[in-house]
């Protein structure tokens, strides 16, 4: 492996990769430099842009009205932007409206997973527990049998026959015949 210093000769080199390192800093800048000043761009809102943004938040709104969610503080914000927009502030205007618009949808969509999640749980647990039976329970109950069958195993039942020295009455015996 070669090393790149001056005492070895090779300064050609070292100012070659220097070279390459400084042009591939200046295209890295660039790029970045030509992003930011699109997003500037982007940001400028026009009129028109700001009104569209205004209604689809109002309809957005309604939407959240529809579905029984209370939205007050959210129809206090568009009311704040739309008075923005009337004064001439289309970028303050759009902001507000797109953040309304972005955090009534996001309520919107959580109320409806809070409806819809009792009726998901349910068959989830269901197959969960149909699958610990299943794959378990074979294991469970070969356990169970063997375990029984080792305790009763060595049972051995005996009967024994009364005799009359043990004070039973033979005659009492005999009558029941």
């Known amino acids: 492996m070669k090393r790149l210093d001056s005492k070895t000769g090779n300064t050609f080199q070292t100012r070659k990769l220097l070279f390459s390192f400084i042009i591939l800093l200046v295209i890295i800048q660039s790029a970045n430099l030509s992003d930011f000043n699109t997003i500037s761009q982007v940001t400028a809102a026009t009129e028109e842009e700001a009104f569209d943004s205004i209604i689809s938040a109002f309809e957005k709104i309604e939407q959240a009205t529809l579905e029984g969610i209370t939205v007050q503080s959210y129809i206090d914000d568009l009311n704040i932007a ?62 169970f049998r063997r375990r029984r069958d080792e305790e009763y195993l060595d049972l051995e039942i005996v009967y024994e026959t009364a005799t009359p020295e043990e004070g039973i009455d033979q005659s009492a015996a005999e009558e029941g015949e």
């Open 82 to 143: 739309l008075e923005k927009y009337h004064n001439g502030l289309f970028d303050e205007a759009y902001s507000i409206a797109e953040t309304v618009k972005e955090e009534v949808t996001e309520i919107i969509n959580s109320a409806r997973w809070g409806k819809i999640f009792p009726y998901v749980i349910v068959p989830v647990n269901i197959v969960l527990i149909a699958a610990i039976v299943v794959f378990f329970g074979r294991n469970i109950l070969g356990w």
